[in-house]
Structures are given as structure tokens and as C-alpha cells.
């Protein structure tokens, strides 16, 4: 398994400013080659760390979730990454090694490594070896519910489970699954979503779901409300509400991306910046 990551740098002078990137009132893309050290960013508490913020709550658009790329020196890392007790979060590290101590209990991921914080936990992490870490990092606010305990912190990687295939697509389209759709929980899923060269979705997925999508590998013709786009490993989709979308597989590798969807509460009725927890 691969997974993309950037590096930043700047493009030089003599090079053409065309590319893919895209803003419309369903989607946006972020093409790989916006990921430049000009757009980078830095976080109270974390040292020796930059970020790429590629996703965050906008009125009229996505509304549920933040999405960073993190880039973390080795011996980098914080002892308070999240200023919002609220937020639950989730990492997904694509290059390096980390170790991350959730509410006393420590635990070391690599590539493919992938950790649910829960809202309110204590945690800390810690860039070891000599290369710097990599990793996604998601962001939503824990909505309760009445009978719904909060979930409970837990650490995988993508190496010890088995995709799920979708039915009737004889294995082209799969997804692997870190929690399970039926444990109401979770109000969100990070999952990643795998197709084989040729694999499609055969229909327009028309849902209230948002979904950020960041391509780990591959390639593919995705289909973004009414446009067909290009998109390689390392370009990001933000994808709104109701938003279509279909895509096909190309190349001679699989085309694989980290997904996020809201899932498994009632849509809001007092508008997106309603404190969940004060009703």
C-alpha cells in the first residue's frame, strides 16, 4: 500500500499556473500541486509542526468537520493538540512514525495507522524516528444522543483489516471500514474507499452526507455535480450536501482515498452553528 503525502516547496518561476484547482457552490478540488509551503499553517502547542488546512466549516458549504494535513519534525509533536474539549478527532498516518498516548495508554502507529480520539480525552503525540510524520488529521463536534454512550478511543491500521467489497461489483469497489455502520456512536466515518483500475460508482450518489475525499494513490475521472474532473493521489475533495457524484477508476494501479462522511443523528433544524449539546 502507498499513500501520498506532500512536501511543500514552491514551483519555480518559469513554471505555467495553470492547474485543476476548483471552487463552486457543490464542491471544490484542491489539486496536489496547491500544497505549497506559502499555504501552510502552525498551531498553538505544537512544535516543530506545519499543517495544511484543507477543510473547515463554511456557512452554505461543508459544515460538519475540519481536515488537516499535519507534517510533524522528528521530536516534534504536542502535550496539548486540541483546544476543544468538544472535539473528537481522527489520525491517519501516511508516512513516519508517531506515538500517541490517549488518556494515560500510549500506543505507536506507522503508515497506514489509524486512531479515534473521542471528545474530552486527554492525549498527546510525539514525531519519533529520523523522518518527519505524517498524517491526516479530523475534526468534528461529538453530537449526542439520548441512550448513545460517547465512543471509546481506539488505535488499527489498514493492514489488519479486510476490505469490504460493495455487492455486485465482483471486488472493484470496496471500502475499508474502521467502525462499524450500525454502532450509532459514531456520528462520523473515516473510512477508505478503494477501486481496482476500471472500477466505478454506476450511479450519481446524490445524499445529505458531506464527504472530504484526499486521494491516497491512483488515479481517476470523478464526477462533481455537473463536471467530470481529473484527480491523482494527493488532490483533495470537499465535497457539500446533496452534492452528485460518480466516478471511474483509471490507470494501472488502484485509485484509493481517505473519505470522511457525518452519518447516524438527525439533520439539524436550528442551522449549522446549533451547539449540539446545548438542546
Known amino acids: 500500500m502507498t499513500y501520498y503525502a506532500p512536501e511543500g516547496g514552491l514551483p519555480p518561476q518559469s ?3 495553470t492547474q485543476r484547482a476548483v471552487f463552486t457552490e457543490a464542491y471544490a478540488v484542491i489539486p496536489k500541486g496547491c500544497f505549497s509551503d506559502i499555504v501552510t499553517s502552525y498551531l498553538p502547542g505544537w512544535r516543530k509542526t506545519r499543517m495544511w488546512l484543507i477543510a473547515r466549516p463554511m456557512s452554505g458549504f461543508s459544515e460538519t468537520f475540519s481536515q488537516y494535513v499535519m507534517e510533524v519534525q522528528p521530536g516534534g509533536g504536542s502535550d496539548l493538540p486540541d483546544n476543544d474539549p468538544a472535539a473528537q478527532s481522527v489520525l491517519f498516518v501516511t508516512h513516519g512514525l508517531i506515538t500517541l498516548t490517549i488518556d494515560g495508554t500510549g500506543h505507536e502507529l506507522d503508515a497506514g495507522g489509524y486512531a479515534y480520539i473521542p471528545a474530552g480525552a486527554k492525549w498527546t ?3 519519533e524516528g529520523n523522518a518527519p510524520a505524517r498524517f491526516h488529521w479530523v475534526r468534528k463536534i461529538w453530537e449526542p444522543a439520548e441512550g448513545i454512550e460517547k465512543p471509546t478511543a481506539f488505535v488499527t491500521n489498514e ?7 460493495m455487492p455486485d461489483t465482483e471486488g472493484r469497489w ?5 467502525v462499524e455502520p450500525t454502532d450509532l456512536r459514531h456520528d462520523m466515518h473515516v473510512n477508505i474507499v478503494t477501486f481496482q483500475p476500471g472500477g466505478s460508482i454506476p450511479f450519481e450518489e446524490t445524499h445529505v452526507m458531506e464527504h472530504g475525499l484526499y486521494v491516497l494513490q491512483g488515479k481517476a475521472t470523478y464526477k462533481l455535480n455537473r463536471d467530470w474532473v481529473e484527480v491523482e493521489a494527493g488532490d483533495f475533495m470537499w465535497l457539500r450536501a446533496y452534492c452528485p457524484q460518480a466516478c471511474y477508476a483509471g490507470g494501472s494501479e488502484p485509485f484509493r482515498y481517505l473519505l470522511y462522511k457525518d452519518v447516524n443523528r438527525h439533520a439539524r433544524l436550528r442551522g449549522p452553528w446549533s451547539n449540539p449539546g446545548s438542546r
Request: net charge positive.
Open 15 to 17: 513554471a505555467l499556473m
Open 125 to 127: 503525540l510525539l514525531a
Open 159 to 165: 493492514r489488519d483489516l479486510k476490505p469490504i467489497a
Open 174 to 178: 470496496a471500502t475499508t471500514r474502521f
